[in-house]
Nanobody
Framework: QVQLVESGGGLVQAGGSLRLSCAASGRTFSISAMGWFRQAPGKEREFVAAISWSGGNRYYSDSMKGRIAISRDNAENTLYLLMTSLKPEDTAVYYC????????????????WGQGTQVTVSS
């Protein structure tokens, strides 16, 4: 089993920045790629970003591309998401997840999930 715990969410004004963290524990050697998803009230969970184990491959959603950067520190078993130029429509619960198999862009491809961290962007 792998446990994932997100942190770093909060309330920020539009145009501001946040850095989310996701600490992994347990059978971390089984983790390969990881990703971030978000879910706003009344909406489906959507892909935000993903990163391969080495960090050499990174993928971003069209809605946030250019404003976010995903990174990881394998020695510290931690995943990060830097978000800048935040907009009110970025308000959501952000989840990190450990990839299992399948497309990085689909939530069904991820096996382990954190509990989420709330990001609220005020206008």
């Amino acid at each position: 089993q792998v446990q994932l715990v997100e942190s770093g969410g909060g309330l920020v004004q539009a145009g501001g920045s946040l850095r989310l963290s996701c600490a992994a524990s347990g059978r971390t050697f089984s983790i390969s790629a990881m990703g971030w998803f978000r879910q706003a009230p009344g909406k489906e969970r959507e892909f935000v970003a993903a990163i391969s184990w080495s960090g050499g491959n990174r993928y971003y959603s069209d809605s946030m591309k250019g404003r976010i950067a995903i990174s990881r520190d394998n020695a510290e078993n931690t995943l990060y998401l830097l978000m800048t130029s935040l907009k009110p429509e970025d308000t959501a619960v952000y989840y990190c997840a450990a990839h299992d198999s399948g497309s990085y862009f689909h939530s069904q491809a991820y096996k382990y999930w954190g509990q989420g961290t709330q990001v609220t962007v005020s206008s």
